[in-house]
Nanobody, 121 residues
Framework: QVQLVESGGGLVQPGGSLRLSCAAS????????MSWYRQAPGKERELVAT???????NYADSVKGRFTISRDNAKNTVYLQMNSLKPEDTADYIC???????????????WGQGTQVTVSS
């Protein structure tokens, strides 16, 4: 069974840092673009960052310059380094393997269960 398991969330003060990890198993990790999404209570889920199989990255404007997404294909793990955290970063952070088509075959998306990040004094 495909599995994405996030870790590293917690409570941090404004201006602090956290590093989230998403450990993947039972799929071809290196072929997938990987993303971090977040969802706060009463808010829509939003895309935070994406890293492609070719190591290209994209970030939401709200986190540019503060967050860094990276991946270690040998460890089947994607990371989100979060610096200069703000209260508005408080959310459940969810890892996703982004589905894609290749050679007429669909490789489906997969979602993790999420890890909570709370930024508060």
């Amino acid at each position: 069974q495909v599995q994405l398991v996030e870790s590293g969330g917690g409570l941090v003060q404004p201006g602090g840092s956290l590093r989230l990890s998403c450990a993947a198993s039972r799929f071809t990790f290196s072929s997938y673009a990987m993303s971090w999404y977040r969802q706060a209570p009463g808010k829509e889920r939003e895309l935070v960052a994406t890293i492609t199989s070719g190591q290209s990255t994209n970030y939401a404007d709200s986190v540019k310059g503060r967050f860094t997404i990276s991946r270690d294909n040998a460890k089947n793990t994607v990371y989100l380094q979060m610096n200069s955290l703000k209260p508005e970063d408080t959310a459940d952070y969810i890892c996703k393997a982004e589905g894609y088509y290749r050679g007429g075959i669909y490789y489906p998306s997969y979602w993790g269960q999420g890890t909570q990040v709370t930024v508060s004094s």
